[in-house]
């Protein structure tokens, strides 16, 4: 099992940039896929970014081109560099990790993650 405690979130205005960090503790070796979700309250959590063991990522469409998923094995520290933020990426981030090939985004994969973290809130003005 894999204990994930994130930092970095925050409040910033409409175009601005946030760099999320995500400190993995436990069991953490590189096969797992690494991962960050978000959350806004009514609605289902969506994967926003993926990090697989051999550095494949994946993104969904809303975030591609703006944020950036990268890790560093040796820190054991997952990190998400969020650029061009918008109103509508304020959300609770939380870092997931799980020990199946492959790294599922968006909507409907939740439960395909077995280890989170707490949380961490940023919230864009406008």
């Known amino acids: 099992q894999v204990q994930l405690v994130e930092s970095g979130g925050g409040s910033v205005q409409a175009g601005g940039s946030l760099r999320l960090s995500c400190a993995a503790s436990?069991?953490?070796?590189?096969?797992?896929?690494m991962a960050w979700f978000r959350h806004v309250p009514g609605n289902a959590r969506e994967g926003v970014a993926g990090?697989?063991?051999?550095?494949?990522?994946a993104y969904v469409d809303s975030v591609k081109g703006r944020f950036t998923i990268s890790k560093d094995n040796a820190k054991n520290t997952l990190y998400l560099q969020m650029t061009s933020l918008k109103p509508e990426d304020t959300a609770m981030y939380y870092c997931?990790?799980?020990?199946?090939?492959?790294?599922?985004?968006?909507?409907?994969?939740?439960?395909?993650?077995?280890?989170w973290g707490q949380g961490t809130q940023v919230t864009v003005s406008s």
């Open positions: 997931a990790a799980r020990t199946t090939f492959g790294c599922p985004v968006g909507y409907g994969v939740r439960y395909q993650y077995y280890d």
């Open positions: 990090i697989d063991r051999d550095g494949t990522t």
């Open positions: 436990g069991s953490s070796d590189s096969r797992y896929c």
